[in-house]
């Protein structure tokens, strides 16, 4: 059993940077990849990024390519999410998942609770 635990949300104005993070529980932190979704008000969750267990590949949704970056220390059993250059349509509840499979983006493994980020403009 994994627990994830999501932090660092808050409310930002439009153009600032931010940086999520997750904590995991367990050993094995490394063997699963990361990744990080989103939820706006009245819409889907939707894939953010990704990262596998030794972090040596990365995939991004395309509305944040170039803004986001997902970072991970299995050192620490913690994967980050460094957000620049945030938009209001960024505002979401952003969820951590874990799954051991790298690229499955649907049926993740296990699920933190989220934490909210409000982008202003």
């Known amino acids: 059993q994994v627990q994830l635990v999501e932090s660092g949300g808050r409310l930002v104005q439009a153009g600032g940077s931010l940086r999520l993070s997750c904590a995991a529980s367990?050993?094995?932190?490394?063997?699963?990849?990361m990744s990080w979704f989103r939820q706006a008000p009245a819409k889907e969750r939707e894939f953010v990024a990704a990262?596998?267990?030794?972090?040596?590949?990365?995939a991004y949704a395309d509305s944040v390519k170039g803004r986001f970056t997902i970072s991970r220390d299995n050192a620490k059993n913690t994967v980050y999410l460094q957000m620049n250059s945030l938009k209001p349509e960024d505002t979401a509840v952003y969820y951590c998942?874990?799954?051991?499979?790298?690229?499955?983006?649907?049926?993740?493994?296990?699920w933190g609770k989220g934490t909210l980020v409000t982008v202003s403009s």
């Open positions: 998942a874990a799954d051991r499979l790298w690229g499955r983006i649907v049926g993740m493994d296990y």
């Open positions: 367990g050993p094995t932190f490394s063997t699963y990849a």
């Open positions: 990262i596998s267990g030794i972090g040596g590949s990365t």
